[in-house]
């Protein structure tokens, strides 16, 4: 008895949602390929870009000093005395960890900016999908990249939309 009774229950669910569904309109949005081809999104990279060869110019040159310093410890480790080849050697690795920490909070702080960046942007684009939903009498949107759509219409894709109306609103901003 309960068997029917929760089958007849999801006959109707059932039904009843593939009535509704017909009148449901539904698109989806590739936020990360918004997010790539939008001014403000390219600028930001540039951004994050720039900042990377500048860091990188820094990294290497002590880098440099680093090696140079481990040669000059090796050529000389038989030439010096037993304590001033420990001093040289503490001196090495001394600098071996600031030259690492530097390196990891450089990178820490690229990964930052960078997920500041795309958040802050992420979060303007899901807004405007929202209004753009609204304003087209859109059921559900849903992201192309959730991992929900396995196939989805172009006529539904509403990226080039959200895209076009990002840039049009955002693009005073973009350089900043």
């Given amino acids: 008895m309960k068997k029917v009774l929760i089958l007849t229950l999801s006959l109707i669910f059932f039904g009843a949602l593939a009535a509704s569904a017909a009148e449901t309109k539904v698109g989806f949005v590739d936020l990360q390929k918004a997010l790539n081809l939008s001014a403000e999104g390219k600028a930001a ?10 860091y990188e110019s820094v990294i290497d040159s002590r880098q440099q000093e680093l090696k140079k310093l481990k040669e000059d410890l090796e050529k000389q480790a038989v030439l010096l005395s037993p304590e001033a080849r420990d001093a040289k050697e503490r001196d090495y690795q001394q600098k071996l960890k600031e030259f690492q920490r530097f390196t990891k909070d450089v990178q820490e702080e690229l990964q930052q900016q960078d997920s500041d960046h ?14 753009i939903a609204k304003r087209d009498g859109y059921d559900l949107v849903v992201e192309r990249n959730s991992g929900g759509i396995i196939y989805g219409a172009d006529k539904v894709d509403l990226t080039a939309i959200v895209l076009k109306e990002f840039d049009a609103r955002f693009q005073k901003g973009a350089g900043k």
């Fill in 45 to 54: 990279k540039e951004k994050i870009t720039a900042k990377v060869k500048e």
């Fill in 118 to 131: 795309t958040n802050r942007i992420i979060e303007k684009l899901v807004n405007l999908v929202q209004e």
